[in-house]
Each structure stands twice: as C-alpha cells, then as structure tokens.
C-alpha cells in the first residue's frame, strides 16, 4: 500500500493500475502527480505532526 502511495504522489509514471480493493468504481489506470518537495514536506511531516498533536 505505501509503494501505491509513493508512487502516486511522488513519481511521474503513466497509466499504472489503481488497485481494485481501493475502489469499488472498477479498474482505471492511473498517473503519478510528481509532488514538488515543498508539497511533499507538507503532505508527510505536517499531517504526521497533527495526527502526533505536535505543533507544526
């Protein structure tokens, strides 16, 4: 599941299998969005800050 993850946010592939547990809509491929590292800090570090109920 974290490599889907990865994948997805952090890498420009094209046209991958968005895993058919995840959806119930049927089989679609996908594309990773490429994240900047700015977006990525804030996707990682601040959510995991808030759900450990650190301040950011």
């Known amino acids: ?22 959806s119930r809509q049927g089989r679609w491929n996908i594309h990773g969005l490429f994240l900047p590292d700015e977006v990525l800090g804030r996707v990682y570090r601040d959510n995991a800050n808030r759900i450990l109920k650190r301040p950011l």
């Open 1 to 22: 599941m974290y490599r889907l993850h990865y994948r997805f946010l952090e890498t420009d592939d094209q046209y991958f299998e968005y895993p058919s547990h995840a």
